[in-house]
């Protein structure tokens, strides 16, 4: 799938048009607002819907779990009794996403399944007419990632991926600095998280009672029941699914999917990527591997929890609620606690000195996240983690897995979307997936 520069900035990427707050707002008239389905009730979603609650109308909840299931309706029709200019209580469940997605008052969805149903889910959204916001990573393989930029072309739809980093302004303030050449011209930049994914080798379990898991597993291979993947009940943690190559692709597509969203955001690359991933020459580190960009810059995962920018001149490091610019030997700005004043005057100390006259100006969210989505459904314009973006980052997360996983140097095509010689194969880009959930792309 060819998407090039220009096609990217064809297709909107830019601010959206800001209307009426009464449009969109949380003190929009419930008539006046969006009606949204939540699909997948644990806890990332349970955080998202309490967004939702005060932006839209959230009139249904979907989930294979009859507890997690019951315990969403259960918020949300009390949270509308409680507030009744805010909606209206009798909030509707299913356990079969279809159902939910067959409504014709419902105009958008909000999906934090597991990953390996991300795909399915989504398309399916999409040709039913309605706009998504899917949590990170927005797929669980390359493959995906394409189906996904595709079919939301075709059907001329607004989708919102959960990578909220964008709309912080310490990411936003790094980037631009980045893409002004503020530090020079860029050599690297390290990006810190956990480790790859793993195979799935869990015990069997006892079932857990009012769970449908063969609906959870979905296009995954058939396996056991472990509360490991589907813990049991409502729970206050987010699972190991993630760490498993069958349902997620470990901290290489969940913190990772975060900070490779912003190394892609600074180097201008959000609709391309690297032209070669190198696996470390250990093939059991668990760091170490390298991307690297057709103009000579790479980006190295290690460990640990950050995004450092190395330039000629300087460098920039950043992290949710940690922002550092220096040049030369000279700290400029720096907040990384309360002993460093605020995070906003050292963010506004960078702009002011150093991104006044810019010519690289970002995508700025003034609000939240959500509040991005909800607008471009109004506007019809590409929010700030639209499909390309999403798609394309998750792109990287699912090449670096590529690299640990099978130990080969993974050479590609960003522009065409293809491995371009080598030992790589290109099933390594996809999966197979189980017959009963069979693909719908």
Known sequence: MKITRRSFIKAG????????????????????????????????????????????????????????????????????????????????????????????????????????????????????????????????????????????????????????????????????????????EIDRIECSFGEPGMPCDLPKEDMEPGLDWDRWLGPAPERAYSSVLSPRGVHNHYPDWRKYWEYGGGMVTDWGAHHLDIAQWALGMDDSGPVKVTPPEDRKAQSGAVMEYANGVKVIHKPGNNVEIFGSEGKILVNRGRFMLQLGDKVIAKYFDREDGSLGRELKKAETGYLKDAKVKLYKVTDSHIDDFLRCIKSRTKPITNEIVGSRSAICCHLVNIAYRYGEVINWDPINCKLTGGNAKSEWLGRTYREKYNKNF
């Open 13 to 184: 990427i830019v601010a959206p048009t800001i209307l009426p707050s009464a449009v969109w707002a949380a003190d929009a008239k419930p008539s006046e607002r969006l009606n949204v389905g939540m699909i997948g009730m644990g806890i990332q979603n349970r955080g998202l819907m309490n967004s939702f609650l005060y932006r839209a109308n959230v009139v249904a909840v979907c989930d294979v779990d009859t507890t997690r299931r019951e315990h969403a309706r259960k918020t949300v029709d009390d949270f509308y009794t409680r507030y009744p200019d805010k909606g209206s209580a009798g909030c509707k469940t299913y356990v079969d996403y279809k159902e939910l997605l067959a409504r014709k008052d419902i105009d958008a969805v909000c999906i934090a399944t597991p990953d390996h149903w991300h795909t399915i889910i989504t398309i399916e959204a999409l040709r039913s007419g309605k706009d998504v916001y899917c949590e990170k990573p927005l797929t669980h393989n390359v493959n995906e990632s394409l189906a996904i930029m595709k079919e939301v072309d075709k059907q001329g739809r607004v989708l919102q991926t959960g990578s909220m980093q964008r709309s912080m302004s310490e990411f936003r303030v790094a980037c631009e600095l980045a893409r002004n050449g503020v530090v020079g």
